[in-house]
């Protein structure tokens, strides 16, 4: 009997140790260290691998770009044994590669300085409840490479100056601008820079050019606007706005304007042969007064009328009346054109 109760008091004070030494093999320190991205897709997947030593319940991820907020967050997930919920023990240094989704838009994510991963392990207790390890949070940082940019013009839209009526955008409009001798236009141009690298002064120039005669550059300009523009790292495009006079081209019927970046290459870039973007324009020596008013008639497809709508003469492409009407397809017409359009 005294056997018995002996036995019985040995076994208790055995689990009693047992349980306290199985708690405290947990880490105390959240052991999480070479941190990097290596991956950042238009597939919304992000790519990363990280090291870690220890024991742990389990670990949140989170992780950030640029800077720890609500808004720049990437994604959170949970690491630890789903099947039985035993501790995750790496008794030595593991890398950890994996993979997420990417929560936010994919072009921003791609375009960070930094991403942050924010690691919290989860808390260890003692049999009666109390805390015995806290919550460990760990935070790594990863600081993108400078990576060598490339520049390009991706969109421009040109407004008459006298009236503001946009008459041209390259990412919609089906037809060439209509362009005046010494009439006065505004261009808006969206200039893109990929990778992180700050651009400065980086040459712009807006060139008019004899297209009857060839393509820009190898047909000198007639005249040429020049301006500076400047990229932060994390800034990936710019709209430069700059307003010009129509040459005089003399009977010609079609006129070239080329934007050209980095004319004088001072700027290292992966491709330095997309730095021009030529448009063609149709050119006039006169055309109806600008910003005189004029009405265009708007029909459905099988040719019933919708609508009456007002623009300026200078509206050669109708984009304000486009502007104006919901989608479908329909006949504009005006007293000197008529055109047959299908908006979205």
């Given at each position: 009997m005294k056997l018995n109760l002996l036995f019985s008091k040995i076994t208790f004070v055995f689990i009693l140790i047992s349980q306290f030494v199985f708690s405290q093999d947990f880490s105390t320190q959240a052991d999480f260290s070479n941190f990097k991205v290596s991956y950042v897709g238009s597939?919304?997947?992000?790519?990363?691998?990280?090291?870690?030593?220890?024991?742990?319940?389990?670990?949140?991820?989170a992780m950030y770009f640029n800077t720890v907020s609500d808004n720049t967050r990437i994604f959170t997930n949970s690491v630890f044994d789903d099947s039985n919920y035993d501790p995750i023990y790496y008794p030595t240094s593991t890398t950890i590669d994996t993979w997420n989704l990417i929560w936010d838009d994919y072009s921003k994510v791609k375009n960070a300085l930094k991403y942050i991963l924010v690691i919290k392990t989860w808390p260890v207790y003692n049999s009666d409840g109390s805390i015995l390890i806290p919550e460990l949070t760990k935070t790594l940082e990863y600081i993108r490479p400078i990576e060598t940019p490339n520049l390009t013009v991706t969109s421009v839209q040109v407004y008459s100056?006298?009236?503001?009526?946009?008459?041209?955008?390259?990412?919609?409009s089906s037809n060439e601008p209509q362009l005046q001798k010494n009439a006065s236009y505004q261009f808006k141009v969206t200039v893109t820079k990929t990778g992180n690298a700050a651009v400065n002064n980086l040459r712009f120039d807006l060139c008019q050019f004899n297209i009857l005669?060839?393509?820009y550059p190898t047909v000198p300009p007639k005249a040429i606007k020049t301006q500076y523009i400047n990229f932060t790292q994390a800034q990936n495009s710019a709209l430069v706005t700059t307003e010009t006079t129509i040459a005089d081209f003399g009977s010609n019927s079609f006129m070239g304007i080329a934007f050209h970046l980095d004319k004088d290459n001072t700027i290292a870039e992966t491709n330095e042969n997309d730095n021009i973007k030529l448009l063609?324009?149709?050119?006039?020596?006169?055309?109806?007064?600008?910003?005189?008013?004029?009405?265009?008639s708007v029909y459905d497809i099988n040719g019933n009328l919708l609508k009456t709508l007002k623009t300026t003469s200078d509206d050669t492409d109708f984009m304000n009346v486009k502007s104006q009407l919901g989608s479908g397809k329909y006949i504009l017409r005006s007293n000197e054109k008529s055109r047959q359009v299908l908006i979205k």
């Amino acid at each position: 009997m005294k056997l018995n109760l002996l036995f019985s008091k040995i076994t208790f004070v055995f689990i009693l140790i047992s349980q306290f030494v199985f708690s405290q093999d947990f880490s105390t320190q959240a052991d999480f260290s070479n941190f990097k991205v290596s991956y950042v897709g238009s597939d919304q997947y992000i790519h990363y691998n990280y090291d870690v030593q220890g024991k742990y319940r389990g670990y949140n991820l989170a992780m950030y770009f640029n800077t720890v907020s609500d808004n720049t967050r990437i994604f959170t997930n949970s690491v630890f044994d789903d099947s039985n919920y035993d501790p995750i023990y790496y008794p030595t240094s593991t890398t950890i590669d994996t993979w997420n989704l990417i929560w936010d838009d994919y072009s921003k994510v791609k375009n960070a300085l930094k991403y942050i991963l924010v690691i919290k392990t989860w808390p260890v207790y003692n049999s009666d409840g109390s805390i015995l390890i806290p919550e460990l949070t760990k935070t790594l940082e990863y600081i993108r490479p400078i990576e060598t940019p490339n520049l390009t013009v991706t969109s421009v839209q040109v407004y008459s100056s006298l009236s503001g009526v946009k008459i041209f955008d390259s990412t919609t409009s089906s037809n060439e601008p209509q362009l005046q001798k010494n009439a006065s236009y505004q261009f808006k141009v969206t200039v893109t820079k990929t990778g992180n690298a700050a651009v400065n002064n980086l040459r712009f120039d807006l060139c008019q050019f004899n297209i009857l005669q060839g393509d820009y550059p190898t047909v000198p300009p007639k005249a040429i606007k020049t301006q500076y523009i400047n990229f932060t790292q994390a800034q990936n495009s710019a709209l430069v706005t700059t307003e010009t006079t129509i040459a005089d081209f003399g009977s010609n019927s079609f006129m070239g304007i080329a934007f050209h970046l980095d004319k004088d290459n001072t700027i290292a870039e992966t491709n330095e042969n997309d730095n021009i973007k030529l448009l063609g324009a149709g050119y006039h020596g006169k055309m109806a007064n600008i910003g005189d008013n004029i009405e265009v008639s708007v029909y459905d497809i099988n040719g019933n009328l919708l609508k009456t709508l007002k623009t300026t003469s200078d509206d050669t492409d109708f984009m304000n009346v486009k502007s104006q009407l919901g989608s479908g397809k329909y006949i504009l017409r005006s007293n000197e054109k008529s055109r047959q359009v299908l908006i979205k």
